[in-house]
Each structure stands twice: as C-alpha cells, then as structure tokens.
C-alpha cells in the first residue's frame, strides 16, 4: 500500500510527455496588482520540444512552458509571459487530468484545470 502513496504523490503527470496536457483548461487566480483572473486557455504541445504553448481562448496572449531541468523538483514548467517569468508546478487530479499551479514573476498567482470536452 506504501507504493500507492508513493505513486500518487509523484503523480503520472511527471512522467508524461507533452501530449498530455494537450487541450482546453480554465485559468482562474489574480493577476498582478490582484487583478481577478477567470478565462479559458488552451495547453499543446511545443512543435520542436518536450515544452508547451499556452494560448489564451480570448485572443492575444502567447507563451511558452518548458520543463526547467535545473529545477530541485521534477514537476516544474518555467516560461516567458507578458507580466514576466512564470513558473507552474505540474500536479494531476484524481481522474489523471493534468492540473498546473503557477505564479508569476509579476505577483499573479493562478491555476490552471484541465477541461475535457469543453471548447478553445
């Protein structure tokens, strides 16, 4: 039973390659200066990594999450966002949907859940 501890707490999401975590999820947190944030992004993966691309539903925002391989922990993702350097640690949930928890060089604070079958 020891095992199943262990497994669930390293999660299968540090084991996954970017595919995924392809696929729409809702973003909701606050944003710097504590700016609510509740909107739709869509995670795929990067077309020449192991990185992803998040675009936002509403257009206009781009960016890039790579794994951080100097990172003490395994489950680590580090990008570039417009309010600066964004680091989200990988988590999944109880069905195995990937679930992110990010902060933002700029004082945002979000996390992002994977929503199968739902549109962006």
Not at 46 to 52: V, W
Request: glycine letters at 12%; proline letters at 10%; aromatic letters at 10%.
């Amino acid at each position: 039973m020891r095992w199943l501890f262990l497994l669930l707490m390293t999660g299968p999401a540090a084991a996954q390659d970017a595919s995924y975590f392809t696929g729409p999820y809702e973003r909701i947190g606050r944003g710097a200066g504590g700016v609510p944030i509740d909107d739709r992004v869509r995670l795929d993966p990067a077309p020449d990594s192991t990185g992803l691309i998040l675009t936002a539903c509403t257009p206009g925002e781009v960016w890039r999450l790579d794994p951080d391989p100097d990172a003490e922990v395994p489950n680590l993702l580090t990008g570039q966002a417009p309010g600066g350097q964004v680091d989200c640690q990988v988590f999944n949930d109880w069905s195995n949907y990937p679930l992110l928890a990010c902060h933002a060089e700029d004082g945002g604070r979000f996390t992002l859940w994977a929503s199968p079958g739902e549109g962006c």
